[in-house]
């Protein structure tokens, strides 16, 4: 009996011990960051620093878009709307902690979303979340958000990658600690070298697959790409299409396109010569040719845009065809005083691998229309503070948003980040009668107009919404093959 | 009509000269080999708008990366541009702008070494030491520094290249300087009154010129690979301008599987430096100076 006691015994602690090590988080992730935004580097994720491959792993949000980006919870269980659509109620799920030990609880819901509308602060999602009069803690765990008018893709809205829970009272330190309620920690923060983030092993969906993630900074697309060849990184989620083949023969890779809102383009200013006279930003826009972008600069895989920065997969899209029309630009900045063309420049940096590319295409297409561009390569550490809305015409690119936010942010007149710095009326109304409307048809309606007036006015040429290429070294396993603020990051593992 | 045969004489011995050092050049293979490559370069450039093939701006998706054919000899590139066409006209921003650095290089270092080696004293420690301050300064974060303050233009490129170039000069000028300063024929000049001007014309240069102009031969080379490197970075010759540096940035990510769009652009580019240094040995050795002796600077 003692014997078979023992035996059992013996069996049991192995099942457990085996159990334990099979769902300990072992291994590194080791991930990159641009350094897009230099000094001003930080982890608030509502500043225009935020270093988002970090905040996504540390904090989560009360909804999360699902794999097919329909708003599912996250840190709320569910919620519901009154009649009109003008007070949305959230209950918390309950029993969550933050990473310094403080309990997760509606008042942190309510500071953490109206210091995303502070004016001090000046975040960039403050347009978008502007519909948000007041937020009432009904109690621990429920809060009701009283809003300005109907918003009937409310929910949607708060999908928003930036909009993250932090702690009550925590908004000094934020930007260094990185604290939140999600899978990892941050136990060192280098924005210039390597950021380290530890396994949160009390994290409410399990505990992560990985022990840490490293996001170290890499500048250069093509170091990065190096860095991935050579094991430095696991993981690089803009690896220009044209460099495929390189990982497709190779085993120790796994490739996967995804199909993204994520888009490109070239910014011109709006509030300066001559691009204030919109003639000759359509001129400027005719005359490129997106299929052929698509084809040269992403091997086909991408979907064309005709500058709407709503994404292909959106129900408020507004689909259109439009074709290189150089004989229409030459009309157009005929009319606007320049029958012998213009001249422009543009800035590219490497930080975003397809810049100088596109730049070298458009710069050739429209030639034709009688369009000289010039390229002057800029080094990509503090593009977005030294370039980006301070040049005449500039590059971009975006991740993608709900079509809402993505149409407030980038263009309504009172954006922080309206970088063509747009302001049209008519615009501005279409989106306040498409958040009010409650009628599906009619919103939608109202939303693709302000897609039009884009197409007539805008001074953003959008070629396409990209479909990403995403290489990671074979080693890393479970990793969600959807965007990177769909992905759940705990799931990861690395063999 | 006596003054003009002693002018034509003076410019027979000149070309005779000039000839004759040629000619020492090229009686050894490696002096032969450089001449030969350097020549072929410079023709290339001159010629080569009348002979490509293609138009080097035309892109299309259609062409895009094929391998090298009878139709396009170097293949294509990732935007389907004719890799040969742009191969031979990708020197000829690099020749004409690290040419014309090297000049004024040559004529800046050159004049200030020897004018610093004649007066000696306060002016020239003062020179010294600030030459020896750029000096320490990487001069690749100097020209990066530049070009996002001024742009990227040929009319920044040459004088700023030209600059960073000619620092070395003032030392390898200054040092030969005072290996004549010493001799009866300044001694004799100073002693009959004659200006610091009309010794550094008249007596200095004459004597210095071969070390300077073997400096300068040799500086040409490292300003190609300057340039080719600032190129690279994406800060030297603008798109849609073929450029050597420029064509191997743009194809070192698929160098695995499309190897002709890069492997022309660094031949071109390597066989020009090695051109160039082969002849400037040739022609240092030619003119009797030997550069292993030298100290560095």
């Not at chain 1, 030459?330 to 800035?347: Q, W």
């Amino acid at each position: 009996m003692k014997y078979i006691l023992k035996v059992f015994s013996a069996t049991f602690m192995s099942l457990i011990l085996s159990f334990s090590i099979a769902n300990a988080s072992s291994g590194v992730f080791k991930v990159s960051h641009d350094l897009g935004f230099g000094k001003d580097t930080n982890l608030d994720a509502i500043t225009k620093g935020r270093l988002f491959q970090v905040v996504i792993k540390t904090q989560n949000r009360l909804v999360r878009p699902d794999m097919n980006g329909v708003p599912s919870p996250s840190l709320s269980t569910d919620w519901s709307a009154n009649s009109d659509a003008t007070e949305w109620t959230f209950n918390l799920r309950k029993g969550i902690y933050f990473h310094d030990g403080s309990a997760f609880d509606a008042p942190d819901v309510k500071y953490s979303l109206m210091r995303a509308k502070d004016p001090d602060i000046g975040s960039p999602v403050r347009k978008s979340l502007n519909v948000v009069e007041d937020i009432e803690v009904v109690d621990q765990h429920t809060v009701k958000m009283k809003l300005s008018t109907s918003f009937a893709d409310f929910p949607l809205l708060l999908t928003d990658y930036r909009l993250r829970m932090i702690p009550e009272g925590s908004g000094d330190t934020i930007g260094q600690t990185g604290v939140g309620t999600g899978p990892f920690m941050v136990d060192k923060f280098d924005p210039e070298g390597t950021t380290i983030l530890k396994a949160n092993p009390d994290y409410w969906e399990g505990a992560p697959g990985v022990a840490e993630v490293h996001v170290i900074a890499i500048p250069d697309a093509q170091a990065r790409i190096q860095a991935l060849l050579t094991g430095q990184i696991d993981m690089n989620r803009y690896v220009p299409f044209n460099q495929k083949k390189i990982f497709d023969s190779n085993s120790k890779f796994t490739t996967s396109v995804i199909p993204t809102g994520n888009w490109r383009g070239v910014v011109m200013r709006t509030d300066t010569a001559p691009f204030d006279n919109p003639k000759v930003r359509k001129a400027f826009r005719l005359a490129v040719d997106r299929q052929e972008l698509v084809d040269l600069v992403m091997g086909g895989a991408a979907t064309v845009s005709c500058d709407t920065p709503v994404m292909p997969s959106d129900q408020y899209r507004l689909q259109m065809d439009c074709p290189q029309n150089i004989s229409k630009a030459k009309n157009l900045l005929r009319e606007a005083g320049f029958p012998n063309g213009i001249e422009l420049t543009v800035y590219p940096a490497t930080l975003e691998p397809t810049w100088p590319t596109i730049a070298e295409v458009v710069q050739q297409q429209v030639a034709k229309a009688g369009i000289k561009v010039n390229i002057e390569m800029v080094p990509s550490k503090g593009y977005w503070n030294e370039v980006w809305m301070k040049k005449p015409v500039s590059m971009t690119r975006w991740n993608q948003r709900p079509a809402d936010t993505i149409l407030h942010e980038a263009y309504h007149s009172g954006a922080k980040w309206n970088e063509s710095y747009f302001k049209n009326a008519d615009f501005d109304k279409n989106l306040a009668d498409a958040r009010s409307e409650l009628d599906f048809n009619k919103r939608k309606k109202a939303y693709q107009n302000a897609q039009m007036t884009l197409w007539e006015q805008s001074g953003t040429m959008i070629p396409y919404h990209v479909s990403r290429l995403v290489v990671t070294s074979s080693k890393v396993k479970n990793l969600d093959a959807v965007d990177h603020f769909s992905i759940q990051w705990h799931k990861v593992k690395v063999d | 009509m006596e003054n003009n045969l002693i002018t034509e004489d003076k410019q027979k011995n000149k070309l005779e000269k000039a000839f004759e050092i040629l000619k020492t050049m090229a009686s050894k293979p490696s002096g032969l080999i450089g001449l030969t490559i350097v020549l072929f370069h410079v023709v290339l450039a001159l010629t080569s708008p009348y002979i490509a093939p293609y138009d080097y701006k035309a892109i299309s998706p259609n062409t895009m990366l094929l391998a090298p054919s009878a139709e396009h000899w170097f293949g294509t590139d990732s935007l389907g541009r004719d890799v040969f066409t742009r191969t031979i006209l990708g020197g000829r921003t690099a020749l004409t702008v690290t040419f014309f650095g090297s000049l004024i290089a040559l004529l800046w270092g050159g004049l200030l070494g020897i004018f610093c080696g004649l007066v000696g004293g306060k002016i020239d420690d003062v020179v010294m030491r600030v030459v020896d301050a750029f000096l320490s300064i990487p001069w690749i974060l100097a020209m990066l520094l530049i070009v996002s303050l001024l742009g990227t233009s040929t009319e920044v490129l040459i004088p700023a290249l030209g600059f960073f170039y000619g620092k070395g000069i003032v030392r390898v000028a200054r040092a030969a300087t005072h290996d004549v300063i010493a001799k009866d024929f300044i001694v004799s000049a100073r002693a009959r009154g004659h200006s610091n001007m009309s010794i550094i014309w008249n007596e200095i240069i004459p004597n210095v010129r071969d070390a300077i102009l073997v400096e300068g031969a040799m500086r040409w080379s490292w300003m190609l690979l300057g340039f080719s490197s600032l190129s690279f970075l994406g800060f030297g010759v603008s798109p849609p301008t073929p450029d050597w540096g420029l064509m191997i940035s743009n194809a070192r990510g698929l160098m695995s599987f499309a190897y002709w769009s890069v492997i022309a652009p660094i031949v071109g580019l390597s066989s020009l430096i090695i051109g160039i240094n082969l002849t400037a040995d040739a022609f240092a050795k030619a003119l009797g100076i030997d550069r292993s002796t030298k100290a560095p600077v």
